[in-house]
């Protein structure tokens, strides 16, 4: 079973999880995002690592949500896409994790800007929903995530309570 | 040398725990062995042939004591007594239990020391000249900046999950000791006109099954965008590196397919947005830092100089190690001293715990409390004054340690090969060791002079084979173990990858191959002073394979 997870806890009921033929909104890829920008409803896009996060700059404003793709837990190029995404595109909207999504991943996932998770691997699940995430909550590199800054050094970080 | 504050102490023992929770889940079956192995590797876990394997770290190759009494307890309790020192300044343990190394773990934080990224597709361990700190030629110490980026690169949320893994080296001299062309990033320390520090980056380097050297993209690059340029350079190659096969997925082919002037154009694009950020260093970060690198207050010891001449004259094997061990400092009244850890006949790189105690209590007595491991799988003393050079060489003496050898041809750089390793094709050691015992006579080997022979039981090269002035590359030909030679490589200043010189060589023959070799450069040599790669280069390679291949009906 794949659930939808946040950080405040797993998502009943998410539109963008919904099959189609019931009626649950559409992630576009990418070229057909760009071709969607015309209509008024909003949209999602589902992004491949290789494709270009620079590309939605034009679009962005009307994204509902990006979600960006593991294809396995090994391929970490979503974590620079993500990075482009929040810091260099300023993109405040929703940003998932699709694809092979595994409880170690998760916190570093929340790092790089991160904030839901398309997760359907049990272990993961279980843990995620306990709210026992394997991360450190020092950090030694700023990354897009809400960090307090953290001491000695300028590119120390620490979590932020609760966050 | 670098100690921890509290975030560091804190840090390392989240991460401790971070991994005694991934064991626990690993052996309950929550996470797959597929899904284990990054996540062991990064905190420097193997699993070799006949047990696994960790690597602890040794920040760019310092050491004090109290590190080098703790690795000597753990090969004393965790493993058979030994450990072996690695050409990236690490030291692996060839036996522990997995369920012992979080305990492990939790012993190497209490003197300030892990594993982290030891191994995985993520930034590895940065290594650094082992004489920094001491060298005269030194434009500053490099260490520091290691230990910004040492710092900047632990768990890195963007960059632990990279098509490869990625090797970091800085050098602060133009006498490269650090092999910074064979790394993903080389850093040279420098200065410009204006007397500011700054870096020489080179991209790029890699051995492995496609040996290249790496490119120079910056010829300065101001301190403070040390981590901001380097950031362009991981975020470039995470998103554009090869991923769909793992020999092509070094940035070194992805600086070839792309070409050296557009890959740059693509960094420096991506480093306008960075380089003002939050990543740019401030001056009193670098400082704060550079201020843990104090050199020791060294002691005026000018009566080193007398008594070092008078012990030379009444002792020639002491003169004999001081001809090739040790190295000016940049203090007259002290030296450098490399402690070699390779005994005619030995494992290279290998030392017994009680030999790392020994190399402990020593640093304590005569080095002020510094100790180096050097790419090369020996260990370096760099702060030992003159006159204190002959009771130490009596001391290393007695416990196997004053092998006379360094840069020699007995010097020999050897992975571990199929006697432990699982992705090895050939035994390493029983050939380092042959050779080893070949030359091992001290007349001859002095005769020879430098000469650097690397040894490597794969194509994985981590036996630098290819930068070797003779290497060495253990092969597989229908199940046998066959060894083909290379000449003429290098990984100095002028580095140079070897070129194979045809045909490979049995077991049984390839120490007279060597030999073959070692004789005709004798032969062919201007003049004494000519040393083997000088030779090798003016002469080129037909000479050697005419010796090699004359007799193609007998070696056949």
């Given at each position: 079973?794949?659930?939808?997870?946040?950080?405040?806890?797993?998502?009943?009921?998410?539109?963008?999880?919904?099959p189609?033929?019931?009626?649950?909104?559409?992630?576009?890829?990418?070229?057909?995002?760009?071709?969607?920008?015309?209509?008024?409803?909003?949209?999602?896009?589902?992004?491949?690592?290789?494709?270009?996060?620079?590309?939605?700059?034009?679009?962005?404003?009307?994204?509902?949500?990006?979600?960006?793709?593991?294809?396995?837990?090994?391929?970490?190029?979503?974590?620079?896409?993500?990075?482009?995404?929040?810091?260099?595109?300023?993109?405040?909207?929703?940003?998932?994790?699709?694809?092979?999504?595994?409880?170690?991943?998760?916190?570093?996932?929340?790092?790089?800007?991160?904030?839901?998770?398309?997760?359907?691997?049990?272990?993961?699940?279980?843990?995620?929903?306990?709210?026992?995430?394997?991360?450190?909550?020092l950090?030694?590199?700023?990354a897009?995530?809400?960090?307090?800054?953290?001491?000695?050094?300028s590119?120390?970080?620490?979590?932020?309570?609760?966050? | 040398?670098?100690?921890?504050?509290?975030?560091?102490h804190?840090?390392?023992?989240?991460?401790?725990?971070?991994?005694?929770?991934?064991?626990?889940?690993?052996?309950?079956?929550?996470?797959?062995?597929d899904?284990?192995?990054?996540?062991?590797?990064?905190?420097?876990?193997?699993?070799?042939?006949?047990?696994?394997?960790?690597?602890?770290?040794?920040?760019?190759?310092?050491?004090?004591?109290?590190?080098?009494?703790?690795?000597?307890?753990?090969?004393?309790?965790?493993?058979?007594?030994?450990?072996?020192?690695?050409?990236?300044?690490?030291?692996?343990?060839?036996?522990?239990?997995?369920?012992?190394?979080?305990?492990?773990?939790?012993?190497?934080?209490?003197?300030?020391?892990?594993?982290?990224?030891?191994?995985?597709?993520?930034?590895?361990?940065?290594?650094?000249?082992?004489?920094?700190?001491?060298?005269?030629?030194?434009?500053?110490?490099?260490?520091?900046?290691?230990?910004?980026?040492?710092q900047?690169?632990?768990?890195?949320?963007?960059?632990?999950?990279?098509?490869?893994?990625?090797?970091?080296?800085?050098?602060?001299?133009?006498?490269?000791?650090?092999?910074?062309?064979?790394?993903d990033?080389?850093?040279?320390?420098?200065?410009?006109?204006?007397?500011?520090?700054?870096?020489?980056?080179?991209?790029?380097?890699?051995?492995?099954?496609?040996?290249?050297l790496?490119?120079?993209?910056?010829?300065?690059?101001?301190?403070?965008?040390?981590?901001?340029?380097?950031?362009?350079?991981?975020?470039?190659?995470?998103?554009?590196g090869?991923?769909?096969?793992?020999?092509?997925?070094?940035?070194?082919?992805?600086?070839?397919?792309?070409?050296?002037?557009?890959?740059?154009a693509?960094?420096?694009?991506?480093?306008?947005?960075?380089?003002?950020?939050?990543?740019?260093?401030?001056?009193?970060?670098?400082?704060?830092?550079?201020?843990?690198?104090?050199?020791?207050?060294?002691?005026?010891r000018?009566?080193?100089?007398?008594?070092?001449?008078?012990?030379?004259?009444?002792?020639?094997?002491?003169?004999?190690?001081?001809?090739?061990?040790?190295?000016?400092?940049?203090?007259?009244?002290?030296?450098?001293?490399?402690?070699?850890?390779?005994?005619i006949?030995?494992?290279?790189?290998?030392?017994?715990?009680?030999?790392?105690?020994?190399?402990?209590?020593?640093?304590?007595?005569?080095?002020?409390?510094?100790?180096?491991?050097?790419?090369?799988?020996?260990?370096?003393?760099?702060?030992?004054?003159?006159a204190?050079?002959?009771?130490?060489?009596?001391?290393?003496?007695?416990?196997?340690?004053?092998?006379?050898?360094?840069?020699?041809i007995?010097?020999?750089?050897?992975c571990?090969?199929?006697?432990?390793?699982?992705?090895?094709?050939?035994?390493?050691?029983?050939?380092?060791?042959?050779?080893?015992?070949?030359?091992?006579?001290?007349?001859?080997q002095?005769?020879?002079?430098?000469?650097?022979?690397?040894?490597?039981?794969?194509?994985?090269?981590?036996g630098?084979?290819?930068?070797?002035?003779?290497?060495?590359?253990g092969?597989?030909?229908?199940?046998?173990?066959?060894?083909?030679?290379?000449l003429?490589?290098?990984?100095?200043?002028?580095?140079?990858?070897?070129?194979?010189?045809?045909?490979?060589?049995?077991?049984?023959?390839?120490?007279?191959?060597?030999?073959?070799?070692?004789?005709?450069?004798?032969?062919?040599?201007?003049?004494?002073?000519?040393?083997?790669?000088?030779?090798?280069?003016?002469?080129?390679?037909?000479?050697?394979?005419?010796?090699?291949?004359?007799?193609?009906?007998?070696?056949?």
């Amino acid at each position: 079973m794949t659930v939808i997870w946040t950080q405040d806890g797993i998502v009943e009921d998410d539109p963008w999880s919904q099959p189609e033929s019931e009626g649950g909104p559409k992630l576009l890829p990418l070229a057909e995002a760009l071709d969607h920008a015309q209509d008024n409803a909003p949209f999602g896009v589902v992004l491949q690592p290789a494709d270009d996060v620079r590309a939605l700059a034009p679009i962005l404003e009307r994204v509902a949500i990006v979600a960006l793709t593991f294809p396995a837990f090994s391929d970490g190029r979503a974590f620079s896409q993500a990075m482009l995404l929040r810091e260099r595109l300023g993109y405040q909207g929703e940003m998932r994790a699709v694809g092979t999504v595994l409880l170690d991943q998760v916190p570093l996932m929340l790092r790089t800007g991160f904030d839901s998770f398309e997760v359907e691997h049990a272990p993961t699940i279980k843990r995620l929903a306990e709210k026992r995430l394997p991360g450190i909550d020092l950090h030694y590199q700023p990354a897009a995530d809400e960090t307090r800054a953290g001491p000695g050094y300028s590119w120390r970080r620490t979590a932020m309570l609760n966050g | 040398m670098y100690r921890y504050d509290e975030f560091d102490h804190a840090f390392v023992a989240a991460r401790v725990s971070q991994f005694r929770d991934q064991v626990e889940r690993r052996l309950t079956g929550e996470i797959s062995e597929d899904a284990f192995k990054p996540l062991r590797l990064m905190n420097g876990v193997y699993l070799q042939l006949h047990a696994y394997m960790l690597r602890v770290a040794v920040p760019y190759g310092t050491l004090d004591s109290r590190q080098m009494r703790k690795l000597a307890h753990i090969a004393r309790t965790y493993d058979r007594g030994y450990g072996h020192f690695t050409t990236r300044q690490n030291i692996q343990y060839n036996w522990p239990k997995l369920s012992d190394i979080p305990a492990i773990l939790e012993e190497l934080a209490e003197v300030e020391m892990h594993a982290i990224q030891t191994s995985g597709n993520c930034i590895r361990n940065v290594t650094a000249d082992h004489f920094a700190g001491a060298a005269a030629d030194e434009v500053a110490d490099p260490r520091p900046y290691a230990e910004i980026l040492r710092q900047w690169s632990s768990v890195h949320p963007e960059f632990s999950f990279l098509p490869r893994k990625f090797k970091i080296a800085v050098t602060a001299a133009e006498r490269d000791r650090a092999a910074i062309q064979t790394h993903d990033i080389g850093l040279q320390l420098k200065k410009n006109d204006q007397g500011e520090l700054g870096f020489a980056v080179w991209i790029g380097g890699g051995q492995g099954r496609t040996p290249i050297l790496a490119k120079k993209v910056r010829d300065f690059l101001p301190e403070a965008d040390l981590l901001s340029y380097v950031t362009a350079i991981m975020r470039v190659y995470n998103l554009h590196g090869r991923r769909d096969n793992k020999y092509k997925a070094r940035i070194k082919i992805l600086v070839h397919e792309t070409g050296v002037e557009q890959l740059s154009a693509e960094i420096e694009a991506e480093w306008q947005h960075l380089k003002d950020g939050e990543l740019k260093l401030p001056e009193a970060d670098i400082a704060a830092i550079n201020a843990y690198f104090e050199p020791p207050k060294l002691a005026p010891r000018a009566e080193g100089w007398g008594e070092l001449a008078a012990w030379k004259k009444s002792d020639p094997g002491f003169a004999d190690w001081v001809g090739r061990n040790v190295a000016p400092h940049r203090h007259p009244d002290y030296a450098m001293v490399t402690i070699s850890l390779k005994p005619i006949g030995g494992i290279p790189g290998d030392a017994s715990a009680a030999q790392m105690d020994a190399v402990a209590r020593l640093a304590e007595e005569f080095a002020h409390d510094e100790i180096r491991v050097t790419h090369e799988q020996n260990l370096v003393l760099p702060h030992v004054a003159l006159a204190d050079l002959e009771p130490l060489y009596r001391a290393l003496l007695a416990d196997g340690l004053a092998t006379a050898n360094a840069g020699l041809i007995t010097d020999i750089i050897a992975c571990p090969g199929l006697d432990y390793c699982a992705l090895a094709n050939a035994r390493s050691i029983p050939v380092a060791q042959e050779i080893s015992n070949r030359f091992g006579d001290p007349a001859r080997q002095a005769e020879i002079g430098d000469l650097k022979i690397k040894i490597s039981g794969c194509i994985n090269a981590c036996g630098h084979h290819h930068v070797g002035h003779i290497g060495i590359l253990g092969v597989e030909k229908k199940g046998a173990e066959l060894y083909q030679i290379s000449l003429g490589g290098s990984g100095d200043e002028n580095a140079s990858i070897g070129q194979i010189t045809g045909r490979g060589f049995e077991p049984h023959q390839i120490t007279d191959a060597i030999e073959t070799i070692v004789d005709t450069y004798l032969a062919q040599r201007s003049s004494t002073e000519e040393t083997f790669i000088e030779c090798y280069r003016r002469i080129g390679a037909d000479p050697f394979k005419a010796a090699l291949y004359s007799s193609e009906a007998e070696a056949a």
